[in-house]
């Protein structure tokens, strides 16, 4: 037997032999209590130690002290003692560790605590940092083949969010975090609640995928959403209309295709960008107009009114965009201000659609046209023009053009 290793305490002391037993080495404790000697077998000398320190302070206890301790107490530190045992914990170390999380809580429930950090934290959920997640959030997108300008959309939005809460992982956000960060942009609440769709999009693909729990809700589905102030739609009358494309036709009949489809078609400023000859089926009358605005590339059908038709006839072409300028509202507005007519904010677009639900009386219909939801049709656009103004709008150049309407008699005066 080799010699043993001593631990005291100046009072007391607890040697350590190491013996074997069945071809291995294992440790034995070997010290005096009560005036009985003590034994005690550890297959690892780490162990060993512990309980030897563990032996000493019970050790020290002087037989004053020992004598106020009742039964009670000793009861309570035997069952202590087997409580964490199996941890590997020392009792003391595992008091310390109590006390210090008890005083942090305030009181409150360490079990409560632990609970909550796993139910935030489970261990199934793959670790990722929030950069790596958005990035592959919208590789995921991109590869379903969803429009380039909305995965832009999730890389700038998810960015300015993970820069925001920089070194934290995506199960450490909460609700309120969520709702300080975007409550704190100088953005308009449409753009907001936009944000918000995209992360709350992100949220689900990321319970899907089990990079959050999946059997309760997101952080990101409790978000605000921002009530969006009533916005003053403006329109152009039959009168303005016409004066403009006359006046296009005769300076800049390059320009006229693109006027006609924008006041012929309710189609929005990106859908006219994208807007070609090869899209304008005039033997099928109809049009098919490419959105932006959708989070697929998804495409919609207008009718080919006889207005747009007429409008057309003189400059049409079998192929290309219908557009060639690079801003044509800019060059529609030096046009504009000298037949005294007033730009409107996406106004040929707001006009389509007010001429077009007094005519057909269908906001579903319209709506399916435009683009949009029926709710928003009947909300913004309802009962804005007459029947008779909305024929006029849809009347073709030629009748105008002889003054058979009142359209007619206006720019005949």
Partial sequence: ????????????????????????????????????????????????????????????????????????????????????????????????????????????????????????????????????????????????????????????????????????????????????????????????????????????????????????????????????????????????????LDAVADQRPELLPWLACAAFTGARVSELALLSWENLRFDRGFIEVASQKVRTKARRLVPLHDALKSWLAAVRREAGPINVYTDPNAALKRIADEVGVSLKANGFRHSYISYRLATLHDTARVALEAGNSPDIIFQHYRELVTPEEARCWFEPRELAAIGASPIGKARSA
């Fill in 1 to 244: 037997m080799s010699q043993p290793i001593v631990i005291t305490n100046g009072q007391h002391e607890i040697k350590i032999y190491t013996v074997r037993n069945r071809d291995r080495s294992v440790f034995q404790l070997s010290y005096y209590e009560g005036g009985h000697r003590r034994r005690q077998t550890y297959a690892k000398v780490g162990d060993a130690r512990r309980q030897a320190k563990i032996v000493l302070t019970r050790l020290a206890v002087t037989r004053h002290q020992t004598q106020e301790v009742s039964a009670a107490d000793l009861e309570g530190f035997v069952i202590a003692q087997q409580r964490v045992a199996s941890t590997g914990v020392p009792l003391h170390l595992c008091a310390e560790l109590f006390a210090e999380a008890h005083a942090l809580l305030g009181g409150r429930s360490l079990v409560d605590a632990v609970s909550f950090y796993i139910e935030h934290n489970p261990a199934d959920v793959k670790p990722h940092t929030l950069v790596e997640l958005i990035a592959d959030f919208a590789a995921h997108r991109e590869a379903m083949g969803v429009a380039a300008d909305y995965v832009a959309d999730i890389r700038r939005q998810l960015g300015r969010l993970a820069a925001a809460h920089a070194g934290r992982r995506l199960g450490e956000l909460t609700t309120a975090d969520l709702d300080r960060w975007l409550g704190g942009q100088s953005w308009h609440p449409i753009t907001k609640n936009n944000v918000r769709k995209i992360c709350v999009t992100f949220g689900n693909w990321a319970k899907a995928n089990r990079y959050l729990p999946t059997d309760r809700p997101t952080a990101f589905d409790g978000m605000l959403t921002y009530k969006v102030p009533t916005t003053k739609v403006e329109i152009y009358t039959p009168q303005e209309l016409h004066r403009l």
